[in-house]
């Protein structure tokens, strides 16, 4: 159901080449704005919008690029994005360092990227120059490597996001989330 003032326009993205490729293609739909990458095998049932909450967080720093995190097992890294942050007892903290799925052995933390982002358009310049280096090359374009180069011109914060998430992208959290909406929607589930 589309909501009111709301336009759908979909991208093709010709080759399997990776997160980062992905967002590349959208390029030319969004062009030099801010803009929200949101990732959907990552359900998040919230009061308030993960989007949201990053796009306050942005707004309360003045700018700059926001990613959603959580805190995960450390056995867990190697599922995810990994931040090094300023604080990271600070609900909103300043990225340093990101590495994609390190083993627990060198992970510069427990704080994983979940699938929401908020964006400056220059991601675009070092997604563009990831493309450019990697091309015949046939490895994946890395969001995450993408946003480790932007690091030290693009302010980039973390967001320690209010919310549940499902995995949807592992078996069991796609069975837990349609069981916990079927029951939040009314349907009796022993
Ligand atoms: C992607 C990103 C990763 C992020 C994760 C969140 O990985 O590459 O940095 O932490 O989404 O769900 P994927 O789940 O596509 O392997």
């Known amino acids: 159901i589309v909501p009111p003032g709301i336009n759908c326009i979909y ?21 030099n704005v801010p803009f929200a990458v949101v990732l959907p095998d990552d359900l998040i049932s919230s009061d308030v919008s993960v989007v949201k909450q990053l796009l306050d967080a942005r707004e309360a720093q003045g700018g700059g690029s926001v990613v959603a995190v959580q805190d995960v097992a450390l056995e867990d890294t190697k599922k995810y994005g990994i931040v090094s942050v300023d604080d990271a007892a600070c609900p909103v903290s300043r990225v340093r360092g990101i590495v994609e799925k390190p083993d627990p052995s060198v992970a510069p933390s427990r704080l994983a990227v979940i699938g929401r982002y908020v964006f400056e358009p220059e991601i675009f310049d070092y997604l563009a120059r990831q493309a450019v280096q990697q091309a015949g090359v046939g490895g994946e374009i890395q969001l995450t490597d993408a946003i480790s180069a932007s690091l030290a011109q693009v302010p980039t914060y973390a967001c320690r996001y209010q919310g549940h998430r499902y995995d949807c992208g592992s078996k069991q959290g796609y ?6 909406f079927a029951r939040k929607r009314g349907f009796k589930i022993n």
């Open 175 to 180: 069975i837990d989330a349609t069981v916990s």
């Open 11 to 31: 991208v093709r993205q010709p080759k399997a080449l990776g997160l980062g490729h992905a967002v590349l293609c959208s390029r030319p739909v969004i062009g």
